[in-house]
């Protein structure tokens, strides 16, 4: 039974070997050993800690089969969908039996094939990974941080040679943007302002300078 559902078992015995267990190991492809003293014992036992290896006759890959629609295209006449009975004139096509959902994701009532949008299922993705960067700074710190720094690249400057922030370009140590708090980038060390810095970590999810070609890695 053990074997028919795919179960390994391997005995490490402390004392003088037993046929039972060892034809029980065999059948079931597991590995039988003796210890012969309290530091073999250990050694044996280590070799049980990393999964042993599977064979392809043993685990089959379970793969999801998923279907990605193209954009829906205006139509002049209107189409009934087959998900709500509902017409429309904005309608994706499942790729597999042609049959027409009006949105997606969902499992095409026809051939029960997943249904999903490459932009969903990224905006699903980047909800995942933590933000990019936090490092809080300030004005001062930022001043001091781009004059005495010489291993993080160049920030981007404004006119007059001032710190400028790397998405919007407008000057951070203005009068009117000294008292905002500033980020700074842990992988690419570039600056952002308030402003460009609360869009990227709720809209764009990614930094745009570690996207840059020149950025620092």
């Known amino acids: 039974q053990m074997r028919e559902v795919h179960i390994r078992i391997s005995v490490v015995s402390m004392s003088p070997e ?12 597991g590995i039988y050993s003796v210890a012969l003293n309290p530091n073999h014992f250990k050694e044996l036992m280590h070799r049980h800690l990393l999964g042993p290896p599977s064979t392809p006759n043993h ?39 042609e049959s027409p959902v009006c949105q997606l994701p969902c499992r095409c009532p026809s051939c029960q094939l997943p249904l999903m949008s490459a932009t969903i299922l990224a905006r699903g993705f980047r909800q995942l990974p933590p933000s990019a960067y ?11 941080t781009t004059t005495t ?22 000057p951070l140590l203005s009068s009117k943007s000294c008292k905002k708090p500033i980020r700074r980038c842990n992988e690419c060390q570039h600056l952002f302002c308030a402003g460009c810095d609360h869009f990227v970590h709720n809209s764009l999810r990614q ?10 890695r």
């Open 18 to 29: 037993l046929h039972a267990l060892k034809q029980v190991c065999q059948k079931t492809g």
């Open 59 to 97: 685990i089959v890959p379970c793969l999801v089969q998923m279907a990605f629609p193209e954009e829906p295209v205006d139509r002049e006449e209107h189409v009934a969908c087959i998900c709500h009975g509902v017409l429309h004139t904005r309608l994706y096509v499942c790729p597999r039996c």
């Open 134 to 144: 936090a490092r809080l700074e300030t004005a001062a710190s930022t001043a001091a």
């Open 149 to 170: 720094a010489s291993t993080t690249p160049a920030p981007a400057t404004a006119a007059g040679g001032t710190p400028a922030c790397f998405a919007c370009e407008l």
């Open 207 to 216: 930094c745009p300078g570690c996207l840059a070609p020149d950025a620092a």
